[in-house]
């Protein structure tokens, strides 16, 4: 794993020869050794197909490419960052959230009303979550933007995990989505979503979610 948590808002990722990351641009604290920082413009591993969907999918965050050999220091707008390991699995996240990742990580773009049918486009409509997500594909890591700190929770078969939307990050693993509704949940138990919605994960895997629900 390149990257190392400095505090809950700064990490630091090892560069070596031959092997890349990448960040979202200005993202890039402070380096020491011989690191070059390039815009990229071939959408990351996964080329330039990854990146006209992308843009397409209004998924276009502009990253830079780290390569070189050295030590990096990256943080974003004083938000909490959380670095999530994945080993052969599939991050779901919006790009926006992005701070940096293994150049090994192939990158792509989901349509998310794929998943939940119609209540897939519900929830773009109505929590302000883009209908295409990125996904980062691979065994590498990857260090995530959020407010006010991030819980992961398990999700297993048979036990369903419930999140107001506006407090959803990110989640990875053999798991879908849907929107639902119960009335008056969020006057007695929700947060930020605006109306008695709540964003049910459901499957193999893990939810991470942030303690607001202020968006980025």
């Given amino acids: ?9 700064m990490v630091e990722a090892t560069v070596i020869p031959g092997q890349r990351l990448f960040s979202q641009r200005g993202a890039m604290l402070a380096y020491r ?7 990229n413009m071939a959408g990351g591993q996964g080329g330039l197909m990854s990146m006209i969907g992308r843009r397409v999918a209004g998924e276009a965050t ?3 490419t780290v ?8 943080g974003h707008g004083g938000h909490h960052i959380q670095v999530i390991a994945l080993t052969g699995d599939t991050l779901y996240v ?29 929830r773009g409509q109505v929590t ?22 991030v819980i992961e929770l398990p999700i297993t078969p048979g036990r369903p995990v419930h999140v107001d939307p506006q407090a959803y990050v990110a989640h990875h693993g053999d798991v879908r989505n849907k929107l639902s509704t119960a009335l008056g949940w969020r006057d007695m138990v929700g947060r930020g979503s605006g109306e ?11 939810v991470y979610v ?3 629900e202020e968006k980025l």
Avoid: I, Y
């Fill in 1 to 9: 794993m390149p990257f190392r948590e400095v505090n809950s808002k």
């Fill in 33 to 39: 050794g011989d690191v070059t920082f390039t815009p």
């Fill in 62 to 64: 502009p990253l830079m």
């Fill in 67 to 74: 390569e070189g050999s050295g030590t990096v220091m990256f």
């Fill in 94 to 122: 919006e790009a926006d959230r992005l701070l940096a990742f293994d150049g090994t990580l192939e990158q792509g773009t989901m349509f998310m009303g794929s998943q939940g049918g119609v209540m897939g486009l519900v």
């Fill in 128 to 149: 302000g979550q883009g209908l295409f997500t990125t996904t980062l594909r691979g065994h590498g890591s990857v260090a995530v933007m959020a407010h006010g700190g």
């Fill in 196 to 206: 008695a919605f709540q964003l049910e994960l459901s499957g193999s895997g893990a």
């Fill in 210 to 212: 942030q303690a607001s």
